[in-house]
């Protein structure tokens, strides 16, 4: 059992520490607590509410991090809101811990509705100067047990021992691929054996479990004296002791973004602040720490907490005041004046919350059904979430899902894994609804989907909008999907919206907790600091796009291919070959513009052959469709004149097969009646000009042989180009002779 | 509710927040600051009559059992205070005629008279249950001295005992106390996993304390029992049928010296006593941090194992304990009834 | 004056009100009897209830819990002369709240129940022999007021086939229920849970007197670690001190079964209709005073008899 808390009155402490302010270090023990981590791993059920008020065994998720500050002993909090701000400051000021009597701790919350970031809140939070000394910041959402003093016991040693000690991250000792360990921002941590010493922090892209290299700078190895720690094991709860520089460093760089990749690697690897950071790690097993922040995380935690994991925070210890739940057996907890029918089932690890209904032949496992729901016959629920006053009607099936408050679940319907359904929606009769598909009530209206916006993000919007304002085109609900009396619209986050591709491939959040289930993971956030990608690779040019596993490892390091920078270099490059062509540049000033491009978005030479050939073709087809010339004049005036671009653009054989294909893709698109004329004069020309070679283009034409339509005229060139070769082959031949 | 003025909910809410989050450490611990906070109350609460006072210490009774409804001891405290104010009722009130349960059926007078006190009389009130508090407070305190005045009766020389509750300060004492004029030999089980630090520490004070020591697992229970003499084990709470609670593991104990014969000595303090019936065990028991029992870092079990449990408690029945040996004297557990009646009112059983 | 027999009254007072039990019965019948007699001294009044009592008691063969009745009753007496110096308007008092008497029995076979509800967990299955009402109370109340769910197994009962009459109760009531033939307890107790069972009546020891079958079911539950529980009122308690089987005083060759509606059994099984259970079967006893320890029921007998 923890030892007793160093509790403190608020009130009395706080007035004597303000006079003797100017003579004393202020004693008051602070936290900061972040209830907007600012992403949005939880749409659609955070655009109506707040992250940290969403319920995890029904309590709401703030509340396990206020138990946590009052066993610490802290004797003030503010919470740092700015989504929902409203709701949580309402909530805050109802609930026990804003009774200032009898609360351990005086709690307070900040509007910082102007956030975007963890960085902008704590420069909001140097701003206002609230920080007096050491303080402890977490996130709303972390769950825990441990015994706070003896971290707090080693900061302070460390502390006193090393002058530059600025952080303590709080690291708990699981697995690499351990249930609760986030899948999201995996990390290693290099620590100094000896002393705990964090010498660097790499986030590692998010994988399903297969690992990249990570690179370390030589330099900074360079002083330990003795053996370092490479470790890949850590589940990161952002629980972290600060020192009151903290939000002066991000202050000062106004382009630290999140706490981890941004700032502590940034003060790790900075020459000119020497700070040091050390880590905590609990070893104990009966310490639990960790941090809901995804789907996966809160299926995880619900579980742990449910099998006692994180005792004596647990459902039966009823810390919210109107809770009465008993624990039975095979960690089953019912709260009182549950009707259960006499044939249902209950699993373990499971709560149910009171004055809920569960029907005759009803199974229910692994699960947390809140309060006030009504649960038909012969349901099958299983690993699900259900919150307060749900319907679940007769033999439905509900399989690792997620059911918000008020929503209505129709018979017989099926809810595969990782669907969520969002807070009122109503399902039909008999709907299957798919993996991964995520329902809302109401269509979220969005602002700036420009992908050049790519930074200041419709997401922020998404949940300060009010979900009313239905666009005009789906004023009609998504029948397909909820059914003729069903009531609600698929929702489908930014990222899949900007690209057009088919929906069976829809990219949805990985929802379940299991490792391998994990195809594709739950990055949605654009920042503008694109230093480390830690997201997704796509290929958009590729016309199958497959979401497996390999095409994920980064290529040998580079980081290429961001997806909206993808689009801007597109667009900028067929800008800036339009721009020669129409000023009519000499090719070196193109190719030096476009080069200068290439590089500072770091694209590839292929993308720069695309975008190449695409302002070549507009060109054309310009001209084609002003009448200005004819196809065949146009194309050749143009390829004569622009084809010289491609000498510095094509390397090697593969390239200039590559650039062939382009050149046929696009090609293909334009009109079918001269597109054949366009490619013949396309090819000719590069062979002309000597830039693609007859083996390239043999090899390029046998790949598909004739069939397409386009190929038609340019068979004949090619015909003329294998007698060509035979030709010189029997001149060479008759030379020898 | 009414009854509970904003100034109790204040006295009363520290001592319910530090028992939810099991802050207090030690059934002594909780017995005292359950004592001091009932005495907090009675002097800030304003009643013009007892059964008001009676009304307003059930209604903490019932807050304080709902923050931690596995503990005893904070319900046998407050049934104790009640008892003391319904003896000084009845010490006002000496002419009514003894009335048994049993006639209850027949009687047609009315029990309770309701009269309004003067304020003197509710001062003077206030001072006796507050003396009788005190009182109280002192028995918990000197719980061990009680004890003590048997232990040299109870154990011979060359004895070997066995104790599987090394987290008993009680039993600590009992057998240092002991030592004093008897030498014996003890086997203390180790309690894996909750309390092996305590174990330990058990063990160390009482070899310096010159006792023979012996620190055994718990597996070898059965294979020692032969040679063992008496078993003493500490308790968490007594029931009013004489079962009790124990540390997990205590059943497994006891079952082995009923077949070896062997008797078992069950200690604790009066204020461990409950008038409750222990209905079903699965309720009494408390259960505790599954990471003691698995790793939780070893993700491929905890992923794929149905249930982890870390039973803390064992609840055992009245036929495998001889004497329980309380600091007013050893009873034998069908007379455990007999003590519930004199210390405490079969109306306040039931709070609510 | 017409004649006022004793036992015509108790007999009419156990047809007119099936809820009732034998020694309010009794004690009814006795006020009655008080009420037309009219005595006008105090050893007359004492001598009457004596006399009638004992006129009661030869009369009805199944006499223990009614005796039980009668014994508190002239115990209540004898106790409370002394007080009301004007046992008139003692008397009186008796006479004027006979109904209450009734009332309270009732009320203590609610609390009887209130006390037992706590025993019964969810998904329990509970093994019930006989009719008995208390049992019935509880276990309705069980189901409608605390929600829980459980199963209950009743044996036939025979001779008699009170089994069945519970039964039907319990399934108007909503309760799962099945019926057993006695001979099967031994095959379905490892899937109960516990044991209820009613008392005609408590000795002091602890041990109960109750319908046939009962001690079969008590050392089957012992030796298959099941608890079996006793639920019954507290003017049930009677003073003997039965060793053995035989030591119940009177043949009891003829059981009133007066909620019984099937038909009386041939009389050619010669069985005793009531054995007696000792104290060391029984787990707990559940009464309107409290759950008791069968240690705790001399107790309570003591307060009355000694002082």
């Keep these: 059992m923890p030892p007793k808390s160093k509790k403190k009155e608020a009130s009395p402490v706080a007035t004597k520490s303000k006079s003797k302010k100017e003579i004393v270090k202020d004693d008051r023990f602070q936290a900061i607590v972040l209830t907007d981590s600012f992403q949005t791993r939880f749409m659609p059920l955070t655009a109506v509410k707040p992250r940290c008020l969403l319920p995890l065994a029904n309590v709401p998720l703030i509340e396990y991090t206020l138990e946590f500050l009052a066993q610490a002993g802290v004797n003030e909090v503010y919470l740092m809101c700015s989504s929902h701000a409203d709701q949580i400051q309402t909530y805050i000021e109802n609930s026990k811990w804003s009774q200032s009597k009898n609360s351990p701790f005086h709690i307070a919350t900040i509007m910082s509705l102007e956030s975007r970031s963890v960085g902008d809140a704590m420069r909001d939070l140097d701003n206002r100067g609230l920080i007096s000394g050491d303080f402890l910041l977490v996130s709303g959402d972390v769950v825990t047990n441990m015994d706070f003093s003896k971290c707090l016991n080693f900061h302070r040693a460390k502390k006193s021992s090393d002058k530059d000690h600025m952080v303590t991250m709080v690291l708990n000792q699981a697995s690499p691929l351990h249930r609760t360990r986030s899948y999201i921002e995996p990390a ?116 742990d907490i449910l099998a006692r994991w994180c005792y004596p925070i647990v459902p039966d210890s009823n810390l919210i005041e109107d809770n009465s739940y008993n624990y039975e057996f095979n960690n089953i907890y019912k709260e009182d004046k549950v009707i259960l029918a006499q044939s249902c089932k209950i699993g373990t690890s499971t709560s149910i919350g009171t004055k809920t209904v569960v029907g005759e032949g009803t199974c229910i496992k692994k699960s947390v059904v809140g309060r006030n729901c009504k649960i038909g016959d012969n349901v099958i629920i299983n690993n699900s979430y259900i919150w307060d006053n749900a319907v679940i009607k007769d033999n439905s099936v509900l399989e690792h899902t997620i059911v918000a408050a008020n929503a209505e679940i129709g018979a017989n319907v099926t809810l595969n894994p990782g669907s969520v359904i969002g807070f009122n929606v109503i399902i039909g009769d008999n709907k299957v609804i798919g993996n991964n598909v995520r329902i809302v009530e109401s269509q979220i209206v969005r602002e700036g989907d420009d992908f050049n916006n790519s930074f200041s993000d419709s997401e922020d919007e998404e949940e300060h909008a009010k979900p009313a304002v239905v666009i005009p085109d789906f004023a009609v609900e998504d029948i397909d999907l909820v059914g003729e009396q069903g009531k609600g619209f698929m929702y489908v986050s930014d990222r899949e919206e900007d690209e057009d591709f088919d929906e069976s491939e829809s990219v949805a959040d990985s929802y379940s907790g299991m490792i391998y289930q994990m195809k594709h993971l739950n990055v949605s956030d654009e920042s503008i600091a694109s230093i480390s990608n830690r997201r997704t690779k796509r290929r958009s040019h590729s016309r199958n796009r497959r979401y497996s596993a390999n095409s994920m490892i980064s290529d040998g390091g580079f980081i290429t291919d961001d997806d909206g920078e993808e689009e801007d ?169 | 509710m009414s009854l509970i003025t904003p100034e109790i909910k204040s006295l009363i809410d520290p001592v319910v927040s530090s028992l939810k989050r099991h802050q207090i450490e030690g059934d002594q611990e909780i017995a005292l600051a359950i004592a001091q906070l009932l005495m907090k109350v009675i002097s800030a609460a304003r009643w013009t009559n007892t059964y008001d006072l009676i009304s307003i210490i059930r209604q903490v009774g019932i807050i304080i059992h709902k ?132 174990a330990h520490q058990f063990a160390k004070t009482l070899a310096q304390h010159n006792i023979e020591t012996v620190l055994i697992p718990d597996t070898t229970t059965y294979a020692v029992m032969s040679r063992v003499g008496k078993v003493i084990i500490g308790t968490n709470a007594v029931f009013a049928n004489g079962g009790c609670l124990s540390n997990s593991g205590v059943a497994n104990v006891v079952e082995c010296a009923k077949e070896h014969k062997t008797p078992v000595f069950a200690v604790g303090g009066l204020y461990k006593l409950s008038p409750l019936y222990p209905f079903s065990r699965d309720d009494l028991i408390e259960v505790g941090n599954s990471g003691h029992v698995l790793n939780y870092d070893d993700f491929e079990l905890v992923d794929n194992v149905e249930v982890v449990t870390n039973p803390l408690e064992d609840y055992i029945p009245p036929e495998h304990i001889d004497i329980f040996i309380t600091n007013i004297g050893g009873f034998a557990p069908s007379f455990i009834y007999r003590i519930v009646l004199d210390n405490y009112k079969v109306e306040d059983n039931k709070l609510e | 004056m017409t004649e006022f027999d004793i036992t015509q009254t108790y007999l009419k007072f156990l047809e007119e009100d099936k809820d009732m039990t034998m020694p309010i019965a009794a004690i009814e019948s006795l006020v009655s009897m008080l009420s037309i007699k009219q005595p006008s001294t105090s050893s007359e009044l004492i001598s009457l209830i004596q006399s009638n009592i004992d006129k009661l008691k030869s009369s009805i063969p199944n006499n223990i819990s009614l005796s039980a009745g009668c014994d508190l009753f002239m115990r209540f007496v004898l106790r409370n002369t002394n007080i009301y110096s004007d046992w008139e308007s003692f008397s009186q008092n008796l006479v004027e709240n006979g109904q209450l008497f009734v009332l309270r029995a009732k009320e203590s076979r609610e609390k009887s129940a209130e006390f037992g509800v706590s025993f019964i967990k969810d998904d329990d299955t509970v093994l019930v022999h006989s009719y008995s009402r208390v049992v019935y109370n ?7 007021e605390k929600l829980i769910r459980f199963k209950v197994l009743v044996t036939e009962s025979r001779p008699t086939g009170s089994g069945y009459y519970m039964a039907e109760k319990l399934r108007q009531a909503d309760i799962p229920v099945d019926v057993i033939v006695d001979n099967a307890v031994g095959y379905v107790i490892h899937k109960v849970d516990k044991i209820l069972v009613g008392a005609e009546g408590v000795a002091e020891s602890g041990g109960i007197i109750n319908h046939i079958g009962s001690y079969q079911i008590g050392c089957l539950a012992k030796v298959n670690n099941k608890p079996f529980y006793v639920v019954t009122e507290s003017h049930k308690f009677v003073r003997l001190f039965p060793l053995a089987p035989d030591d119940l005083p009177n043949k009891m060759n003829h059981l009133i079964a007066k909620a019984n509606e099937q038909e009386e059994t041939t009389n050619d099984l010669k069985s005793h209709f009531v054995d007696f259970t000792p104290s060391s079967y029984i787990t707990a006893l559940i009464t309107d005073l409290g759950v008791l320890t069968p240690s705790a029921v001399s107790e309570e007998l003591i307060k009355i008899w000694y002082d």
């Design chain 2, 67 to 198: 923050a931690y409804p596995r503990k005893i001891i904070p319900g046998n405290i407050v049934r104790r205070v009640l008892a003391l104010i319904r003896d000084e009722i009845e010490t006002e009130h000496e002419n009514t005629p003894m009335m048994s349960s049993m006639f209850s059926l027949l009687s047609t007078t009315k029990c309770e008279v309701r009269e309004d006190h003067s304020k003197k009389q509710m001062s003077d009130m206030r001072a006796i249950i507050i003396q009788g508090i005190r009182d109280l407070v002192d028995e918990i305190t000197n719980v061990s001295e009680g004890l003590e005045t048997m232990c040299v009766d109870l154990i011979h020389d060359n004895e070997v005992l066995l104790t599987p509750t090394p987290t008993s300060d009680t039993v600590l004492n009992f057998l240092i106390k002991a030592r004093t004029k008897r030498n014996f030999t003890v086997l203390v089980m180790e309690n894996y996993p909750n309390e092996i630090k305590k």
């Design chain 3, 138 to 144: 509880l276990l309705v109340k069980a189901k409608k």
């Design chain 1, 188 to 303: 290693t941590f290099i620590l100094d054996k000896k002393t705990d010493r964090c010498l660097y922090y790499q986030g590692i892209p998010s994988v399903d479990g297969k690992k990249t290299s990570i690179n370390i700078d030589p330099e900074l190895l360079e002083d330990i004296e003795d053996e370092f720690v490479i470790r890949n094991d850590l589940i990161d709860c952002h629980v972290d002791i600060c020192s009151p520089q903290v939000p002066q460093i991000f202050q000062e760089n106004f382009d630290y973004q999140t706490l981890r990749s941004d700032f502590v690697k940034g003060v790790l690897t900075s020459d000119l602040l020497k700070k040091t950071i050390y880590a905590y790690i609990t070893e104990d097993s009966s310490e639990y720490v960790a941090r809901v922040e995804s789907w996966g995380t809160y299926d995880a935690v619900s579980q």
């Design chain 1, 569 to 737: 270099f597109t667009k900028e490059g067929v800008a800036t070959v339009a721009r020669a062509i129409e000023n009519n540049h000499d090719i070196d000033t193109a190719l030096l513009e476009l080069n200068t491009l290439r590089m500072s978005m770091n694209v590839t030479y292929h993308e720069v052959r695309s975008v190449t050939v695409q302002a070549l073709l507009n060109k054309i087809v310009e001209f084609v469709s002003t009448d200005t010339l004819k196809p065949q004049e146009a194309g050749t005036k143009i390829f004569n004149h622009w084809g010289p671009m491609f000498t510095r653009q094509v390397f090697s054989s593969e390239e200039q097969v590559d650039l062939l294909n382009i050149l046929e893709d696009k090609i293909e698109q334009l009109s079918s009646s001269y597109n054949q004329v366009i490619l013949f004069l396309a090819v000719k020309t590069l062979y002309d000009l000597d830039i693609t070679e007859e083996e390239n283009i043999l090899e390029w034409w046998d790949a598909k042989g004739d069939e397409a339509e386009v190929r038609q005229l340019t068979s004949k060139f090619i015909t003329w180009l294998q007698e060509a070769d035979e030709e010189e082959d029997t001149d060479s031949d008759s030379d020898e002779e």
